[in-house]
């Protein structure tokens, strides 16, 4: 190990605290230990300052509504599975959208833990289990005396949920599908996945870029998907809001009119920006168009002063790889897209002729 490789650390960083911060080692020769430990230090350095820098993005992701940006940006968040910074963002993003959608008094979700004042007091009152991980969460099903298993008041951050049970008064950011073989009650989850429940769904704010299945009966939720929303049993009080369809089973209208009253149920299909805060990412959003042809995705259009214009890229162009990894459709280019821009850029590689190229897009300020 050498100079040069400290240099090139520096430069490969593109920060110029740590090379000030180096440079001084470089003026005389240290042994090969103090230059090993100097270079240990300067990538520590550089991986806490991308962290922060990400989670500095990743709040304001939630504060905007941008919901996915926001659960895919906290893959890269460097800190340990009670830390409140983890989880104020999430609690303050469904706090904001219930208020949104006016759920209030008689059609607030009862008992979610959003409808706390804080997340401090959510803390002081559920004392909920924390778990952080990047795999699909998946906890026992039955206790020792093989009962079946409730968790009441956790937080869980995954690469995806996969609940062999029910939760209730939980908050859940999921990198990933959701899946409750029961019930999700009283609970607050963001997803960049599917959320399904093979049961019912009671008193909890569900925003996910996928689409939201319950199997069962749903009373007293905002469900908001950029997919599609489906209540296969009955339907009382509440928000369903879908990007595309909001499928329901049989809506009850309680005959008192007091009760009708507060029986409000509100459904709204082809939602591009629910409540005029959630926004999921779209690829028209750094301005590129695809379809699949001749075995590639293919860049059908650009928009002029939209970041893929700005990198270079353009119609005709087949996109071979979004860092390192192939797309197969469109909607496997948006989501890899989606993950990569919330953390950073994205780089792309493309086929142009005979020739490859490789560009790197950002998304707009």
């Known amino acids: ?46 991986r806490a300052n991308i962290a922060v820098a990400t989670m500095v993005r990743g709040v304001e992701f939630a504060k905007r509504g941008d919901v996915d940006l926001f659960v895919a940006s906290t893959v890269t968040w460097d800190l340990k599975a009670n830390d409140h910074r983890l989880w104020e963002p999430p609690f303050v993003l469904g706090k904001t959208a219930v208020e949104k959608a006016d759920m209030t008094g ?3 979700p009862r008992g979610n833990p959003i409808l706390c004042r804080e997340f401090a007091q959510y803390r002081k009152n559920d004392h909920p289990i924390y778990v952080r991980t990047d795999v699909v969460y998946c906890r026992r099903d ?18 995806g949920v996969d609940d062999p049970q029910s939760f209730s008064r939980s908050l859940v950011v999921s990198r990933g599908p959701v899946s409750a073989k029961v019930v999700i ?11 399904t429940v093979g049961d019912g769904m009671h008193n909890s704010v569900i925003i996910c ?4 299945v319950v199997t069962r009966n749903t ?6 998907a950029r997919g599609r929303v489906t209540i296969k049993g009955k339907v009382w009080s509440g928000t369903l809001i879908a990007g595309e369809r909001v499928v329901t089973g049989e ?36 301005g590129l168009e695809v379809k699949v042809a001749e075995g590639a995705v293919k860049v059908a259009a650009v928009t002029a002063g939209k970041p893929c214009e700005k990198a270079g890229v353009k119609v005709g162009d087949a996109i071979l790889e979004v860092n390192g990894k192939k797309p197969l459709d469109a909607e496997s280019l948006r989501r890899l897209l989606r993950d990569n821009l919330a953390i950073g850029d994205a780089t792309i590689k493309l086929k142009r002729g005979d020739k490859t190229e490789t560009v790197k897009v950002a998304l707009p300020e």
């Open 219 to 224: 009373s007293n939720s905002l469900i908001i």
């Open 185 to 195: 009650d009283a609970s607050l989850v963001l997803a960049t996945g599917d959320v």
């Open 106 to 108: 008689e059609h607030e």
């Open 142 to 159: 039955k206790d020792e005396a093989g009962k079946p298993i409730v968790v009441y008041g956790v937080a869980i951050m995954a690469a």
């Open 251 to 286: 809506v009850v209208v309680p005959l008192d009119p007091v009760a009708a009253m507060q029986n409000r149920l509100v459904i709204e299909e082809k939602k591009p920006n629910p409540l005029g805060f959630i926004t999921f990412f779209e690829l028209s959003r750094i």
């Open 209 to 212: 870029d996928g689409n939201v």
């Open 1 to 46: 190990m050498n100079h040069v490789m400290i240099c090139l650390l520096v430069v490969a960083s593109g920060c110029a605290a740590l090379a000030v911060g180096i440079a001084p080692c470089l003026a005389s020769e240290p042994s090969d230990s103090e230059v090993q430990d100097r270079v240990v230090e300067a990538a520590a350095a550089i």
